[in-house]
């Protein structure tokens, strides 16, 4: 070009080329004091770090007077000397010494330096076209650009940009649009520059945070929501989770197989071997009273199963059909199958218009329908195993299947990607967490077994000390966050674990014969309902003085 542009005068530094190192070991102009100090009973926090993100914070705050005076006191900026200078250079338009300031920094990732030039020249790259210099803006494209190791997609994009610009005539930008985007790249440039150059956006909320969950997650009751305070350090007792019987329900006439409560934690129901199911309903002192008896079954009830809606109900049995129940009215909307349809258990998908369901009679497999009884999808056939159990994840995305007794297999819906978790004893139930990350499956061999939904694990996590070995025993999730793990057991107790340890929390006592089955309310975090063979339901709430109600 005639007025040498091509040559890149605007830019005078190389992207390679050498200036002025700027290291990464260089010091806050602070004193020696501040720079050695070390604070806490452990002399593990740095004083001039611990006051730099003090004065970050201020600023994030907007209490930039406050800021100021903190920095003029003890003579440390919450800005390194690299980043004050790179920011007055970009905000001056002075790109050559911005790309040197760039270029001289140390201990910079190639992938870093590259993308942090990239911000530098496109911006620079913008302000040529802004001002009508088009030579200039296609060699920094050419010339400076294009060798940097950004990715071909990251050049094409911007070269695309510059094209759509010219084309729409919108190539120059008024000077207040030009200042606010170098701003936006300087923005950019501090979240792409590691510590101590610049420091991480909200780095003290971010260290105190993470001291809380710490906190929390140590927590071994932690089971709620109220607000942690930053005065003292956090701590749960055992009034947080449910030890101690508040009501008792004896309404069904013989062995209790199943409970579980509405997803928005308002009803419970019930499946017994009197061949009947039972709505409850929680009112909001707590109390449990009967809402609705279903009775159509001419055999045992074993599982069932709330729509996401809660506005349903589906009830099974392994000798019985499949029904679909209102809720509100209590009458049976639909019965599907026959008498000769052997359903094992059932679950729903998200959208509560279509059910699964499974059987322990081969032939019949899995079905799905939608609430008319119209067949969706079917698998089935002489090499399909016989099915436990199932659920589909809350999220819709997984079906999840206990077939042959020892195999979880988990199908992905949409991509019919499958994986296969195989056990090296009986399971006899599943259950999956409100999250859609996680289910457990409890084993005759007296184990619970907990393995991640995306099957990365290669171990499951496992919980012992109830007693199973012949009948079927049912577990849950539940707790803030699912934080805890609930069971039967067949010597007539509760079990509770955290998560994170494989012993028994709490053993709660008060049936009289084998506990089948526990659930825990998804809202009120501090109730869990058992069934039991000794035909009674136990609704646990948090220790307080004795005062049970039977009903």
């Known amino acids: 070009m005639a007025n040498g542009r091509e040559e890149m005068g605007i830019l005078k530094y190389e992207t390679g080329g050498s200036s002025p190192k700027h290291h990464k070991n260089q010091r806050d102009p602070t004193s020696m004091e501040n720079a050695t100090a070390m604070l806490g009973p452990k002399r593990l926090i740095k004083k001039h770090e611990f006051v730099r993100i003090i004065i970050q914070c201020l600023h994030s705050l907007g209490y930039k007077n406050s800021a100021s005076c903190l920095e003029s006191e003890s003579g440390i900026s919450h800005k390194s000397p690299e980043s004050k200078l790179l920011e007055m250079q970009v905000l001056n338009a002075n790109w050559e010494d911005s790309i040197g300031i760039l270029n001289g920094i140390e201990d910079l990732t190639d992938e870093t330096r590259a993308s942090a030039l990239f911000l530098v020249l496109q911006q620079c790259l913008l302000e040529c076209l802004s001002r009508g210099d088009d030579s200039s803006a296609l060699a920094i494209l050419r010339k400076r650009v294009s060798p940097l190791k950004v990715g071909r997609e990251k050049v094409h994009n911007l070269a695309a940009g510059m094209l759509s610009l010219k084309e ?100 419970l129901a019930s499946s017994s071997r009197d061949c009947a199911a039972i709505i409850w309903k929680v009112l909001e002192n707590g109390v449990l009273i009967l809402r609705h008896m279903l009775q159509s079954h001419q055999n045992p009830v074993s599982f069932v199963a709330w729509s996401p809606d809660d506005t349903m109900l589906l009830t099974c049995g392994n000798g019985e059909v499949l029904k679909l129940w209102d809720v509100e009215t209590g009458t049976c909307k639909h019965t599907f199958g026959d008498h000769g349809f052997i359903v094992s258990s059932c679950a729903w998908f998200p959208d509560s218009k279509r059910i699964v369901c499974g059987s322990s009679d081969p032939e019949k497999g899995i079905y799905m329908w939608d609430c008319d009884g119209n067949e969706i999808k079917a698998w089935k056939g002489m090499r399909m195993p016989k099915v436990l159990d199932l659920a589909v994840t809350p999220d819709g995305e997984n079906l999840i299947s206990i077939f042959s007794e020892k195999e979880i297999r988990i199908l992905n819906v949409g991509t019919n990607a499958e994986h296969v978790i195989s056990e ?48 079927v025993i049912r577990s849950c999730f539940g707790g803030f966050h699912c934080t805890f793990i609930a069971s039967g057991s067949e010597n007539s107790l509760v079990y509770i674990w955290n998560r994170g340890n494989s012993t028994p929390l709490e053993v709660l006592s008060g049936h009289l014969m084998t506990v089948n089955c526990v659930s825990w309310n998804p809202r009120r975090h501090q109730m869990l309902a058992s069934a039991s063979d000794d035909h009674t339901i136990r609704i646990w709430g948090p220790s307080q003085p004795r005062n049970i109600t039977t009903t």
């Open 424 to 471: 090296d004893y009986s399971i006899t139930s599943l259950s999956v967490s409100r999250d859609s990350k996680f289910l457990i499956v409890n084993l005759n061999s007296e184990e619970i077994h907990m393995w991640d939904v995306a099957g990365k694990w290669e171990k499951p996590l496992k919980y012992t000390g109830h007693k199973q070995n012949k009948y």
């Open 168 to 267: 729409m005539g919108m190539g120059k930008i008024d000077d207040s649009s030009i200042c606010e985007l170098r701003r936006k790249s300087l923005v950019e440039l501090e979240k792409l520059l590691p510590p101590p150059i610049t420091l991480p956006e909200g780095r003290l909320e971010h260290l105190v945070e993470t001291a809380i969950t710490a906190q929390m997650d140590s927590c071994i009751y932690h089971n709620s929501f109220r607000e942690i305070s930053l005065y003292e350090d956090h701590y749960c007792g055992r009034d947080q989770i449910p030890t101690q019987t508040v009501q008792i329900l004896t309404e069904h006439k013989h062995e209790v197989w199943f409970v579980q409560f509405s997803h928005n934690g308002e009803y």
